[in-house]
């Protein structure tokens, strides 16, 4: 038995959507598209980044931080990428990645964004991103 019913996880318009939107924020993120990235998050104090190295609660805290980040380019190279949807409003990605800095040497990490349909539309609430740790 489940918590749900059959036909409300993984709605495929809603996997295909949240990829769709997924792959807009990969490129803006390696890219440094500023613009972008802030119109994929939610604007609200609610909103919580946990990046590489910094906790951002509300969504002035996000773009503040990406304003401010040195403009960058990033390579990235995906894997185990997922999309799962509860019913027609909210979905998880997780995703690995390897790459990094241009220039720089590669790192493997981790990310995880929540997405909640609004009425602005489709918009990233919540995301978490951290490093594996370096073999030695």
């Given at each position: 038995?489940?918590?749900?019913?059959?036909?409300?996880?993984?709605?495929?318009?809603?996997?295909?959507?949240?990829?769709?939107?997924?792959?807009?924020?990969?490129?803006?993120?390696?890219?440094?598209?500023?613009?972008?990235?802030?119109?994929?998050?939610?604007?609200?104090?609610?909103?919580?980044?946990?990046?590489?190295?910094?906790?951002?609660?509300?969504?002035?805290?996000v773009?503040?931080?990406?304003?401010?980040?040195?403009?960058?380019?990033?390579?990235?190279?995906?894997?185990?990428?997922?999309?799962?949807?509860?019913?027609?409003?909210?979905?998880?990605?997780?995703?690995?990645?390897?790459?990094?800095?241009?220039?720089?040497?590669?790192r493997?990490?981790?990310?995880?964004?929540?997405?909640?349909?609004?009425?602005?539309?489709?918009?990233?609430?919540?995301?978490?991103?951290?490093?594996?740790?370096?073999?030695?």
């Amino acid at each position: 038995m489940t918590d749900q019913n059959d036909a409300e996880l993984n709605n495929a318009q809603v996997v295909a959507t949240i990829t769709q939107l997924y792959q807009q924020y990969e490129a803006a993120l390696c890219d440094n598209d500023v613009a972008t990235m802030d119109t994929l998050f939610w604007e609200s104090p609610h909103v919580v980044r946990f990046g590489l190295m910094e906790n951002l609660y509300g969504s002035e805290a996000v773009k503040l931080y990406r304003q401010s980040r040195p403009g960058f380019k990033l390579k990235r190279t995906l894997s185990n990428f997922t999309v799962t949807a509860f019913g027609t409003d909210t979905a998880i990605v997780t995703v690995e990645f390897f790459g990094g800095i241009i220039d720089r040497p590669p790192r493997t990490g981790r990310l995880t964004q929540v997405w909640r349909q609004l009425p602005a539309g489709w918009k990233i609430v919540s995301a978490h991103v951290s490093w594996l740790p370096q073999a030695f």
